[in-house]
């Protein structure tokens, strides 16, 4: 069981400025960092491999935030 007093992770994230150029943004930056951190777990090697564990894993993700 998670402490009351940890943060969810997407609350550790709120403040960071999406760099990216608004219309060359298809998914929030908080949706990215999260599939990202997710899939680096699983031992993703590269962007091919976050992206099929986002599409694996695409229900257990949604249960976190919904997908754009």
Known sequence: MIPETVPPIIDLFND???PRIDRKKC???IEVITITLLA???FAKGWEDIELYR???KGLVKTIF???
């Open 16 to 18: 960071i400025k999406d």
């Open 27 to 29: 998914y929030p930056l």
């Open 40 to 42: 680096a777990m699983t």
């Open 55 to 57: 599409k694996t894993k």
């Open 66 to 68: 919904p997908l754009s």
